[in-house]
């Protein structure tokens, strides 16, 4: 639990001080959208966008990890934004020494470096909220300590508040789209990756689920070592993706079936997904016969009744029924509901749900680059949202669509072929609700969790 005088909690001053940092960052990209507001154009948004990714990327921290997020989600931006924002590094420049020292005596104590055989001054990797050092045990064990940032809780709160505003923003250059509880969806996932004692319970849920597959590894937490702030796990070894994209066929699709199962049996099964796509967060063994699965901050645990929406809805896209289709989206929670939005919102679900309804094996999208994965239907969606009106997206939606981006961009990266219809159709055995919320619910027990 979450020390009521620890220093580095959601301070007013630290807020505060974030806030003028960043509100500094992002006055020029202001001074921009009022010039846009002048003169108009496709060029005028364009220079918005290259002012915004400059202003967050110096802001760096919390906004900048929202940044990457949004960018990630076809829906969520304008084409000319999401371009420009996901080009913002992950890769954050890592703190000192004399940082790791504080953090490390803080959560363990002052004779900390006794807990050690090795302890790696340079951090092995750095991100947006925090940064990793290899380490050794006294027991011979290679583990990964993660180490959170300083004023994290304080940043997210002063950030969350600069993204609605944001947000303000980008509704009034394009009103097709009320993104307001996808805000606050991304604002309670943001938050809960600060909870390391909670992305250790994650972890242990992972490893819950996958522990009859053996061709996925998830790290182990060592609790001994680990508290709200550090997290130490088992250092797992592997290569990026990205070297096998030369592979031979079936290596490639041996690794895309093995993704297909690392993310979909936690959805359909325990209504639980990995909502952070990147890339660098699956790592290939054994010669393209496992995978490692890491960093478990983002992860979302649906109500049962959200996934057997999504299942609906591929039967009813499956089916070509309207009426079943419709009864799905209510089922997600869309609201405000017309023939015409339906119609308009079917886009996009037949684009997510494509590769599914084919009973043959196929690519995920011929011809498609991966970085431009969904843009082409999103420009479509928002083009007919302006003639039929906003619409609400639910805040479920969101790290499933994004989740659901991201592995089909793997797929075009390993250019994987496969009958993906009949994977999914696999992934479905002896579904039902009942049974989603019994197998959830003794997942959630096992490691810990609170049923959604």
């Known amino acids: 639990m979450t020390n009521p005088t620890d220093p580095e909690r959601n301070r007013f001053s630290a807020r505060l001080g974030r806030t003028a940092r960043v509100g500094a960052?992002?006055?020029?990209?202001?001074?921009?959208?009022?010039?846009?507001s002048l003169f108009g154009g496709e060029a005028g948004d364009a220079?918005?966008?290259?002012?915004?990714?400059?202003?967050l990327g110096r802001s760096k921290g919390p906004l900048m990890k929202v940044a990457q997020m949004v960018s990630t989600i076809p829906d969520f931006l304008p084409a000319e934004y999401a371009a420009e924002l996901s080009q913002l590094q992950a890769q954050a420049p890592a703190m000192g020494w004399?940082?790791?020292?504080?953090?490390m005596r803080a959560e363990l104590g002052p004779d900390w470096q006794d807990r050690f055989a090795e302890f790696g001054r340079t951090a092995a990797?750095?991100?947006?909220?925090?940064?990793?050092?290899?380490?050794?045990?006294?027991?011979?064990?290679?583990?990964?300590?993660?180490?959170?940032?300083?004023?994290?809780?304080?940043a997210v709160e002063a950030d969350v508040g600069q993204l609605r505003t944001l947000i303000?923003?980008?509704?009034?250059?394009?009103?097709?789209?009320?993104?307001?509880?996808?805000?606050?969806?991304?604002?309670?996932?943001?938050?809960?990756?600060?909870?390391?004692?909670?992305e250790a319970r994650h972890m242990a849920l992972y490893a819950h689920i996958h522990k009859d597959n053996d061709f996925v590894e998830v790290p182990l937490c060592v609790p001994e070592l680990s508290t709200d702030r550090l997290l130490t796990m088992s250092w797992l070894r592997g290569d990026p993706l990205v070297d096998y994209e030369q592979a031979d066929q079936e290596?490639?699709?041996?690794?895309?079936?093995?993704?297909?199962?690392?993310?979909?049996?936690?959805?359909?099964?325990?209504?639980?997904?990995?909502?952070?796509?990147?890339?660098?967060?699956?790592?290939?063994?054994?010669?393209?016969?496992?995978?490692?699965?890491?960093?478990?901050?983002?992860?979302?645990?649906?109500?049962?009744?959200?996934?057997?929406?999504?299942?609906?809805?591929?039967?009813?896209?499956?089916?070509?029924?309207?009426?079943?289709?419709?009864?799905a989206y209510e089922k997600w929670g869309f609201t405000g509901l017309t023939r015409e939005l339906v119609e308009v919102l079917n886009i996009w679900a037949r684009f997510i749900y494509g590769p599914l309804l084919?009973?043959?094996?196929?690519?995920v999208a011929d011809g498609v680059k991966p970085g431009e994965y969904g843009r082409k239907e999103a420009f479509a969606?928002?083009?007919?949202?302006?003639?039929?009106?906003?619409?609400?997206?639910?805040?479920?939606?969101?790290?499933?669509?994004?989740?659901?981006?991201?592995?089909?961009?793997?797929?075009?990266?390993?250019?994987?072929?496969?009958?993906?219809h009949r994977l999914f159709e696999d992934s479905l055995e002896g579904f039902s609700e009942a049974r989603l919320r019994a197998d959830q619910a003794e997942a959630l027990h096992a490691a810990g969790l609170d049923a959604a």
């Open 25 to 36: 960052n992002l006055s020029g990209a202001g001074l921009s959208f009022a010039t846009q």
């Open 47 to 55: 220079r918005i966008a290259k002012a915004l990714a400059a202003a």
């Open 98 to 103: 004399p940082f790791v020292r504080r953090r």
């Open 125 to 154: 990797h750095a991100a947006s909220l925090g940064q990793v050092h290899r380490a050794i045990l006294p027991d011979g064990r290679e583990v990964a300590c993660k180490l959170q940032y300083p004023d994290m809780a304080s």
């Open 168 to 198: 303000g923003l980008f509704r009034r250059l394009d009103g097709s789209i009320d993104p307001s509880q996808m805000v606050d969806e991304i604002a309670a996932r943001l938050r809960e990756e600060l909870d390391y004692a909670r």
């Open 251 to 327: 290596t490639r699709n041996t690794i895309a079936t093995h993704l297909f199962w690392t993310w979909w049996l936690p959805m359909n099964r325990r209504a639980v997904i990995h909502g952070d796509p990147h890339l660098g967060n699956y790592q290939v063994t054994r010669g393209g016969q496992g995978l490692n699965l890491l960093d478990f901050g983002c992860i979302r645990v649906f109500p049962p009744s959200f996934v057997v929406g999504v299942v609906e809805l591929y039967r009813a896209m499956l089916a070509d029924d309207f009426d079943a289709a419709y009864a």
């Open 358 to 363: 084919e009973d043959r094996v196929r690519s």
């Open 381 to 420: 969606v928002r083009k007919a949202l302006k003639e039929t009106g906003p619409v609400t997206i639910p805040r479920e939606f969101v790290f499933m669509d994004r989740a659901a981006i991201g592995l089909g961009a793997a797929y075009l990266r390993l250019g994987a072929e496969l009958n993906f």
